[in-house]
Each structure stands twice: as C-alpha cells, then as structure tokens.
C-alpha cells in the first residue's frame, strides 16, 4: 500500500489529453514538492516534472504538472503511442516514516 | 553529462547480504549539491526508495529497510555502495542508483531523482 495513491491504468486515443492524479496528505504532498517519473517497459525512471511543475531540459511542454493541497497532477496533451508507459509521482514524507515515497504507478494505455 | 551504473551479484543467498556499487561517471559525487541515492523494484510493482548519501557521508534510510541498510561511498573511486542484510525473496528487485536532488525551501522539501542508472537485477535464492 503506497502511501501516495494513483489510478492504476488511464487510456486515452492519440492526440488526446491525459491526466494521472496523485493523492497524498498534509505530512507529504501537502507541504512538500512534488516530482513525476515516466518508465517505459524494460527501462530506468525518467524524470518528467520536478518541484511540482517545472520540466528538466528536454522534455517537452506536452508535459505538464500541477499541486492543490493534498493532490498533484500529471498532464499529457498530444498523446503519442511512446507516451504508453508507467508514471509515478513522488515526494518527501514529513512523518515519522520520514523519507521519498512514491505513488503506486500508473499505467498509461495509448488506444 | 552525470551517468550511473549499477554493479553487483545478481543472486544473492537468503539471509545473507546483497552488495551493490554505483559508479558515477561525467560528475563528481563529492559535490555539496547532490544525495546519492539508491531505489528499488520488485519484479511487476512500484519503486520503493532504500536510502540516500549527502557528499559529506550523512545518510537518510527508509524507515521500513533501517535496520538492514548501509550506504557509504568512495569518493576516490567517484562510488557509492548499497549493503541490505538479511536478505529474503522479498527483496528480490530491481535496483537503481540515482542522483538525488534535494533542498530544503522555507520548511518544504524540495526532492528528485535525476539521473538514474540502467537498473541491476538481484534475486534472492533460498
């Protein structure tokens, strides 16, 4: 059980717009920031969106993030058929579990 | 450009002690900037981060893994090492190293994993 809660699967159609919310609570989401990882089968994470909605060089602004208190989203527009892949948000844990804690994943099914 | 490699034994013995290296290549790790950190995936699940090393050799563990985690690094070598103990079938993963990215910002924590290495794949035998 993650302490991050994510929709398991979403689909959408190519040139559609996704999103793939993730729940957390005041101790993580709600006062930390929030980051997204996407992993293509066989691969390594890759990180998407850093300090809640900011992309590393390179990743296109198809790419979105965003936080309202206890949730954050992950926004694909123009889906692409390589956009098909697992994300997962993170964050840091202020309790007394202190640490990262990641979402449970999503998997994104390009129709 | 920062790259990192995972080395080690892909089996490893119930009850006894899996040791990972991450070589960091293009970047030092003796740079006050970055944590080193190390996660790990179960074969079909999620990631469950294992623990993170500053520069300076102060480290931040998982809670849940504590008792069985060191992580330490090799400045000379650019490397940092990954040693859980005890090992059972439910550690059998796969394990990534990464940089690890984080800040403290008015009371908020500021954290990301960038880059990763390619992964390692360890199963634990009985």
């Known amino acids: 059980q993650s302490v991050l809660t994510q929709p398991p699967s979403v689909s959408a159609a190519p040139g559609q717009k996704v999103t793939i919310s993730c729940s957390g609570s005041s101790s993580n989401i709600g006062n930390n920031y929030v980051s997204w990882y996407r992993q293509l089968p066989g691969t390594a994470p890759k990180l998407l969106i850093y300090?809640?909605?900011k992309r590393p060089s390179g990743i296109p602004d198809r790419f979105s993030g965003s936080k309202s208190g206890t949730s954050a989203t992950l926004g694909i527009t123009g889906l692409q058929t390589e956009d098909e892949a697992d994300y997962y948000c993170g964050t840091w844990e202020n309790s007394l579990s202190a640490g990262q804690v990641f979402g449970g994943g999503t998997k994104l099914t390009v129709l | 450009q920062v790259q990192l490699r995972e080395s080690g034994p892909g089996l490893v013995k119930a009850s006894e002690t899996l040791s990972l290296t991450c070589t960091v290549s293009g970047g030092s790790i003796n740079n006050n900037n970055y944590y080193w950190g190390w996660i790990r995936q179960p074969p079909g699940k999620g990631l469950e981060w294992i623990g993170s090393?500053?520069?300076?050799?102060?480290?931040y563990y998982n809670p849940s893994l504590k008792s069985r985690v060191t992580i330490s690094e090799d400045t000379s070598k650019n490397q940092f090492s990954l040693r859980l103990s005890s090992v059972t079938a439910a550690d059998t993963a796969m394990y990534f190293c990464a940089r690890h990215i984080r800040r403290d910002s008015s009371g908020s924590v500021r954290n990301w994993f960038d880059p990763w290495g390619q992964g390692t794949l360890v199963i634990v035998s009985s």
């Open positions: 090393i500053y520069y300076s050799g102060s480290t």
């Open positions: 300090d809640n909605d």
